[in-house]
């Protein structure tokens, strides 16, 4: 059974930066992408930045574009999602999601291409 457990949130002043894990397990497939997600209060769930573990190739939303880094560590099959000048505007749910196979992380991540979901992580960042 594959799992995504992230890890990493908390509370966090304006400007202030945080890292973000997600790790993966119970898999036997080569070849995947992480992506991550962000639910606000009362808003819906977004996609914002993926990467696929193969090639390393990432990809961001022009609002993280800058501050947010996605680092994977194969060995681990853990993704890292580095925050940094962080706004109270990305107080949010946190989630990892994992996208079996090859994937064109040009277009961003779309919960639709992904199969796998972590249970979510709060980050929230105060004025």
């Known amino acids: 059974e594959v799992q995504l457990v992230e890890s990493g949130g908390g509370l966090v002043q304006a400007g202030g930066s945080l890292r973000l894990s997600c790790a993966a397990s119970g898999f036997t497939f080569d070849v995947y992408a992480i992506g991550w997600f962000c639910q606000a209060p009362g808003k819906e769930r977004e996609g914002f930045s993926c990467?696929?573990?193969?090639?390393?190739?990432?990809n961001y939303a022009d609002s993280v574009k800058g501050r947010f880094t996605l680092s994977s560590d194969s060995a681990k099959n853990t993704v890292y999602l580095q925050m940094s000048s962080l706004k109270p505007e990305d107080t949010a749910v946190y989630y990892c999601?994992?996208?079996?196979?090859?994937?064109?992380?040009?277009?961003?991540?779309?919960?639709?291409?992904?199969?796998?979901w972590g249970q979510g992580t709060q980050v929230t960042v105060s004025s």
């Open positions: 999601a994992l996208s079996e196979g090859d994937y064109d992380v040009s277009s961003g991540p779309r919960e639709f291409e992904y199969d796998y």
């Open positions: 990467i696929s573990t193969s090639d390393g190739i990432t």
